[in-house]
């Protein structure tokens, strides 16, 4: 976790070095996301919201996907 122009950053750097960055609140209700390492997924530990390296949504209650954020 990194704050980039003030705002809360979750970022990860895959295995062929890109760097994915998405914003660390979860688009359910705000709650910081963590970084499973085992499922190389953003998961949302208040209501379980699961989403994709690139912040889209791999599994709900989350509607809208994780906003992507251009370093």
């Not at 070095?17 to 190389?40: K, P, T, Y």
């Not at 379980?48 to 690139?54: H, N, Q, V, Y």
Request: proline share 4%; net charge negative.
């Amino acid at each position: 976790m990194v704050k980039v122009a003030g705002e809360r950053c979750a970022a990860y750097r895959d295995v062929e070095g890109q760097v994915h960055a998405v914003s660390a609140l979860c688009s359910h209700m705000g709650c910081v996301v963590a970084f499973n390492d085992a499922e190389r997924t953003w998961e949302c530990p208040c209501h379980g919201s699961r989403f994709a390296l690139d912040g889209s949504i791999l599994q709900g209650p989350a509607t809208e996907p994780l906003k992507r954020i251009e370093l």
